[in-house]
């Protein structure tokens, strides 16, 4: 079992900047791929970004490219997103979740636990 806390979120004007985390406890962090989600209000939830066990690859979805970067502390147990140059358009909850294998996820239903969501709101 993996239990992951969010952290984070929060209210931000367009142009902004926000770094989550993501805090795991369970078994085998450091061998698990890592990702972050996010769902707007009346929209599926939403691949985002994604970083494998040890680093050296990561994902984006294409509107985040160049504004937000994934990135892990293995030593600490600990996955972040750093996000800048915030929109209106990023408003959502995000969510940070883990997969069973070290190759990075770009689907919702390719994660295999969750956290309970933090949320996001980019004021225009």
């Known amino acids: 079992q993996v239990q992951l806390v969010e952290s984070g979120g929060g209210l931000v004007q367009a142009g902004g900047s926000l770094r989550l985390s993501c805090a795991a406890s369970g078994r085998a962090f450091s061998s698990r791929a890592m990702g972050w989600l996010r769902q707007a209000p009346g929209k599926e939830r939403e691949f985002v970004a994604a970083?494998?066990?040890?680093?050296?690859?990561?994902v984006y979805i294409d509107s985040v490219k160049g504004r937000f970067t994934i990135s892990r502390d293995n030593a600490k147990n600990t996955v972040y997103l750093q996000m800048n140059s915030l929109k209106p358009e990023d408003t959502a909850v995000y969510y940070c979740?883990?997969?069973?294998?070290?190759?990075?996820?770009?689907?919702?239903?390719?994660?295999?636990?969750w956290g309970q969501g933090t949320q996001v709101t980019v004021s225009s």
């Open positions: 970083i494998t066990w040890n680093g050296g690859r990561t």
């Open positions: 979740a883990a997969r069973n294998t070290p190759a990075e996820g770009v689907r919702a239903d390719e994660y295999n636990y």
